[in-house]
């Protein structure tokens, strides 16, 4: 891509590389060619966007070569040209499940409806014997619109596959309301929570463990303010259960880069620590590099 710019004579600071890379990516999830994307983005920008993305294609080509969004829109773009091997995949999956509908893109919509359909257009004509399709989703989750994904195609399916009756009537869907993971106090704030949400299917999630401790929020300005926070709770609780050892306690965040702030004050005070699935602050290596040339470098 970076070569793409500069043999273009693009400013790579209006197009920078990796954003002209994420837009092609999000062109192909939504199944359009150079010449589609071209038309729907009519501005200059999305014109210089259409050229870069079909030379980038050309070179894929010229390189015998697939990125990661080809593997989708590839395999589409033959079944749509080539009746023959649609109809021989189309036979070959008679039973398709889908996990996580509601982060379905464009374009894996289209391979699911093809498979299923064999590229018949109508409806009334599909043949059901010995075939299906299940899929389960929740459109309150949906959280990957940002490479495209499109709940909207979960609230379809009903429409696209399914008997397109009322939820009182309808044998094609089935709603999983029974949550066995939360507590009721978890599931009563989520409740009001989606409920907000404008474009969804109807469901009243009830709890199976009973109600459960009250949800407390806690508000840190700092992530070591966070550390000191969750570390103290964790002290307090050893505190008052004696029964309960280290090896009870677990800390879970959402990137490694978290991890650093809970580390000192784990090592601070000298609560024994094992870090599962990376390694832990100090011990990488780039981290133990930097901290021997800083021992080795004289203090001026």
């Known amino acids: 891509m970076k070569t793409l710019v500069k043999q273009l004579n693009l400013d790579e600071k209006k197009f920078e590389p990796r954003s002209l890379r994420y837009q092609i990516g999000n062109a192909k999830n939504l199944g359009l060619s150079p010449e ?12 210089v966007i259409a050229e870069v993305y079909e030379e980038y294609q050309g070179q894929l080509a010229a390189n015998n070569a697939l990125d990661f ?22 036979h070959q999956f008679r039973h398709i499940l889908v996990d996580e509908y509601q982060d379905t893109n464009r374009i894996q919509y289209e391979l699911i409806r093809l498979l299923i359909t064999n590229g018949e257009p109508q409806k009334e004509r599909w043949a059901w014997e010995n075939r299906s399709i299940f899929a389960v989703g929740d459109a309150d989750q949906s959280i990957y619109s940002f490479r495209m994904a499109d709940f909207t ?5 009903q429409s696209d ?39 969804r299917i109807d469901k009243i999630l009830k709890a199976t463990r009973g109600c459960g401790d009250p949800i407390y929020c806690f508000e840190a300005n700092t992530g070591q303010e966070e550390g000191e926070f969750v570390i103290e709770k964790i002290r307090e609780l050893n505190r008052h259960n004696p029964e309960l050892d280290w090896g009870s306690f677990a800390i879970l965040y959402r990137t490694n880069s978290q991890s650093r702030a809970f ?15 990376d390694s832990k602050f100090y011990d990488r290596k780039e981290i133990k590099d930097a901290l021997a040339y800083l021992r080795r470098s004289p203090i001026r």
């Open 36 to 47: 589609a994307y071209a038309r729907q983005e009519g501005s200059y920008r999305g014109r």
């Open 69 to 90: 969004d080809d593997l989708i829109l590839i395999p589409v773009r033959l079944f749509q040209q080539n009746e023959t091997v649609l109809g021989y995949w189309h």
């Open 153 to 157: 195609i979960l609230l379809d399916f």
């Open 161 to 199: 596959f399914g008997d397109g009756l009322s939820d009182l009537d309808t044998r094609t869907m089935v709603k999983l309301e029974e949550n066995y993971r939360s507590c009721e106090n978890i599931l009563q704030a989520a409740n009001h929570l989606i409920e907000n949400n404008t474009q």
């Open 263 to 277: 580390e000192d004050i784990l090592v601070q005070y000298r609560l024994p620590t094992i870090l599962s699935g």
